[in-house]
């Protein structure tokens, strides 16, 4: 079976810290762009960050930018987002997923639909909660 998995949510209080991972099974992820995404409570999902299959590109979303980083390790079927100088707004469940498109087009919208273009792999998402 084909499966992404998400673990280190949790509680923690504004201006801390936390580090995600998404492990993958049944398949490699060196060929994959990984990225993440959040739904906060009541809202819709949005786009947090992408890394390409190498590595080597990355991307994030405005709001996180500075203070999220993403990065992968293929030996280790993982991939990461450590997530510093937290703020409540930043209260989501954090889903990752896999991407065998383009990684220009990771994490984006198609500004024909309005839609982010689809990821072939999800995880069932953990919950991140940011209050004092």
């Known amino acids: 079976q084909l499966q992404l998995v998400e673990s280190g949510g949790g509680l923690v209080q504004p201006g801390g810290s936390l580090r995600l991972s998404c492990a993958a099974s049944?398949?490699?992820?060196?060929?994959?762009?990984i990225g993440w995404f959040r739904q906060p409570p009541g809202k819709e999902r949005e786009g947090v960050s992408c890394?390409?299959?190498?590595?080597?590109?990355?991307n994030y979303a405005d709001s996180v930018k500075g203070r999220f980083t993403i990065s992968r390790d293929n030996a280790k079927n993982t991939v990461y987002l450590q997530m510093n100088s937290l703020k409540p707004e930043d209260t989501a469940i954090y889903y990752c997923?896999?991407?065998?498109?383009?990684?220009?087009?990771?994490?984006?919208?198609?500004?024909?639909?309005?839609?982010?273009?689809?990821?072939?792999?999800w995880g069932k998402g953990t919950l991140v909660t940011v209050s004092s």
């Open positions: 890394i390409s299959s190498s590595g080597g590109s990355t």
């Open positions: 997923a896999a991407s065998r498109l383009l990684f220009r087009l990771c994490v984006q919208k198609n500004p024909f639909t309005g839609d982010y273009y689809p990821m072939d792999y």
């Open positions: 049944g398949f490699t992820l060196e060929y994959y762009a």
